[in-house]
């Protein structure tokens, strides 16, 4: 491709990008709802208001991104008129092709999170399989590389809840990420997970598999509408482990909700059992506690409509939620994802938390579905 057929391309896939985020109804319905804000009482309902602020500043992200490519398109056009005059260097158009190009790919990129739960915080849950110790062992190694990864991208990470192995790792775990799109990058991550190494715990230095399940759902917030049933709801107080000197031995600041659910599509009954430890203070931890139940009812009602979906398209059978999704061989130096089939022999990066390209390989097949 020359470099005016790729200027043409960029352009193009510019334009397709203000199509499909309907830029121009956008911007006029924030300056809309901007005038809204002006009104003497519009902060008379914080809680209304505190909703209306988060819809405005959620759409101008994406007029504000958009803008960032419409310019750098603008320049893009400009230099290749300067090119084909002798004005500039095709080291300079060059320059500009590939910032260009980054600004596209980037925007196409979170164009596939749009659904109105992708913005959200995540939930993300940790299980070791059956395999004693060394399974432990790899359900504490994922929850270290989900924390870098979380650190590399300046999410907050709050650990709600955590169960020590015996002996070493941990049995389970559930972590709150907090930051821009946490939920729509991260649930690429639920399914189980299969570690392939030569295991520290054995005494013959066999090569073991391992397994560890990961659910991720996301972290409801004001602007979304959850109806708990209070009366199915009921609570217990505990003193919660760890260290933390005379507050942890002395005072029951641990919570545990149990909610008895019924599903509203086939009336089936079970408990939900949510514990919460995060602080000492007995009353934000149950508040703590019932934000994470109505993130639960909501991703229950999110896996109903996938169901649904995956009746009509029988191609989403790939990505149920619960299957084997990825494969990590130590001693292959091989880390592949099953629906995707991206690999890396980076290893030591992806433990590290680098799995953006894994997350960007399943978001661009079965983002736009």
């Known amino acids: ?45 914080p809680k209304e208001a505190q909703k209306v602020v988060k819809g405005i500043n959620a759409r101008k992200s994406w007029v504000t991104a958009f803008k960032a490519v419409d310019e750098s398109c603008g320049d893009l056009e400009v230099m290749g008129e300067f090119f084909e005059s002798g004005d500039a260097t095709e080291e300079e158009l060059l320059a500009q092709i590939t910032a260009t190009q980054k600004k596209v790919e980037d925007l196409e990129f979170k164009n596939m999170l749009r659904n109105e739960s992708d913005r959200l915080d995540a939930v ?34 709050a650990i709600s809840n955590s169960l020590d192995g015996d002996g070493a790792g941990i049995k389970s775990c559930t972590m709150q990420i907090e930051g821009e799109f946490a939920y729509g990058y991260l649930k690429s991550e639920t399914g189980v997970h299969r570690l392939v190494r030569v295991s520290p715990f054995n005494a013959q230095g066999k090569r073991m598999t391992s397994f560890a399940s990961v659910s991720v759902t996301p972290l409801i917030d004001d602007t979304i509408e959850v109806v708990v049933d209070m009366s199915r709801l009921s609570w217990d107080t505990f003193r ?29 009954e079970e408990e939900i059992l949510i514990e919460n430890t995060e602080t000492r203070d007995q009353p934000k931890n149950k508040e703590n506690a019932m934000r994470l139940l109505r993130s639960q009812l909501y991703d229950r009602e999110l896996k109903h409509r996938m169901e649904e979906q995956a009746k009509i398209k029988a191609s989403q059978k790939k990505i149920e939620w619960g299957s084997q999704i990825r494969s990590y061989v130590f001693d292959d130096r091989r880390v592949k994802d099953h629906r995707t089939n991206y690999q890396t022999s980076d290893v030591g990066g992806v433990m590290d938390g680098h799995i ?8 661009m097949q079965f983002g736009a579905e």
Not at 23 to 45: C, G, H, L, R, V
Not at 128 to 147: N, S, T
């Open 124 to 157: 993300l849950s940790i299980n070791a399989g059956a395999g004693g110790v060394e399974a432990q062992d790899w359900a504490e190694m994922l929850m270290r590389m989900y924390i870098r990864y979380a650190e590399t991208h300046n999410y907050r990470v």
């Open 240 to 268: 919660s482990g760890g260290a933390g000197g005379q507050n942890v031995n002395k005072v029951e600041s641990g919570v545990r909700l149990r909610y008895q659910y019924k599903d509203p599509y086939t009336g089936a």
């Open 356 to 363: 953006d390209e894994f997350i960007k390989a399943y978001l």
């Open 1 to 45: 491709m020359t470099n005016q057929e790729t200027i043409k391309d960029l352009v193009a896939r510019k334009d397709a990008l203000r199509r499909f985020l309907d830029i121009d109804n956008t911007s006029a319905w924030i300056a809309t709802e901007e005038k809204k804000t002006e009104a003497p009482d519009f902060w008379n309902d």
